[in-house]
C-alpha cells in the first residue's frame, strides 16, 4: 500500500493568484497523477507527472496553466495559476504502486 | 475510447441489509482492472475492491464482493450487512493494463449510498 499526503488541506486564494499543492508518498511508486474534482461530481485527469520529465497533460489542460513538477519518486508539486472562480474544486494526488493506486486526502480550493 | 458508467446516482440500505452498485464499462481490451472506490465527507478516496480482468472468479473483502461479468462488461458491488460508516459516495473505475506499465483511471459519475439505521 502506500500513504499519500497533501498540502496544503485547503486554502482560500484570490483571483489572479498561484497556488502550489505538494503530494509526497511514502514509498516509491512508478507513476503520479493530478486530479480535480469539483463538487458532487466525478474525478477528472488533469495531468501524469513524469519523474524527470515533462508532465503528459489530458485534453483540456495545459502546462501553462497547471505546471507539474515530479523530482523524485516519492513526490510531485501541482501549480494553479492564475487563477480564476472557475478553478474552485478539489485537487486529489493520487499514486499507482504497480498494483493499486491510492489517492491523498486532496486539497480544497476556493478562488475568491 | 474506454466509458464506465454507474446508473444510479442515488441508492438508500437499510443497515444490516444487502444493496448492490451497478456499473458497467465498454472497452475493447481484453487485459484491464476494475476498480470499487469509496469517498466519504472526508473526501478521501478508499479502495475498496479490485479485480483483474484475466481472473474469472470474483474478488471478495470481508463484507464487500463484486459480480464481474466478463461479457456483458458488467462490475457490480455487493455490500453486506450494511453499516452506517458505509455511507459514501462509490466510484467505479477501469484501468487499461499495458503489460508492464498502466494508464491512468477512467471514473464513472459516482452512486451515492445512504444507509438507514
Known amino acids: 500500500s502506500a500513504v499519500i499526503s497533501q498540502k496544503p488541506s485547503r486554502d482560500i486564494c484570490q483571483r489572479g493568484t498561484s497556488l502550489t499543492i505538494q503530494c509526497q508518498v511514502d514509498s516509491q511508486v512508478t507513476m503520479m497523477f493530478w486530479y480535480r474534482q469539483q463538487p458532487g461530481q466525478s474525478l477528472t485527469l488533469i495531468a501524469t507527472a513524469n519523474q524527470g520529465s515533462e508532465a503528459t497533460y489530458e485534453s483540456g489542460f495545459v502546462i501553462d496553466k497547471f505546471p507539474i513538477s515530479r523530482p523524485n519518486l516519492t513526490f510531485s508539486t501541482l501549480t494553479v495559476s492564475n487563477m480564476s472562480p472557475e478553478d474552485s474544486s478539489i485537487y486529489l494526488c493520487?499514486?499507482?504502486?504497480?498494483?493499486?493506486?491510492?489517492f491523498g486526502p486532496g486539497t480544497r480550493l476556493t478562488v475568491t | 475510447a474506454q466509458t464506465v458508467t454507474q446508473s444510479q446516482p442515488e441508492m438508500s440500505v437499510q443497515e444490516a441489509e444487502t444493496v448492490t452498485l451497478s456499473c458497467t464499462y465498454d472497452?475493447?481490451?481484453?487485459?484491464?482492472?476494475l476498480f470499487w472506490y469509496k469517498q466519504p465527507p472526508s473526501r478521501q478516496m478508499i479502495l475498496v475492491i479490485r479485480?483483474?480482468?484475466?481472473?474469472?472468479q470474483n474478488a471478495t473483502e470481508n463484507r464487500f464482493s463484486v459480480n464481474f461479468q466478463k461479457a456483458a462488461k458488467s462490475f457490480s458491488l455487493k455490500i453486506s450487512d450494511s453499516q452506517l460508516g458505509d455511507a459514501a459516495m462509490y466510484f467505479c473505475a477501469y484501468r487499461r493494463n499495458y503489460g508492464g506499465s498502466q494508464g491512468n483511471l477512467i471514473f464513472g459519475k459516482g452512486t451515492k449510498l445512504s444507509v438507514k439505521p
Open positions: 493520487s499514486a499507482w504502486t504497480g498494483l493499486e493506486q491510492y
Open positions: 479485480q483483474e480482468a484475466y481472473k474469472q
Open positions: 472497452t475493447s481490451e481484453s487485459d484491464y482492472y
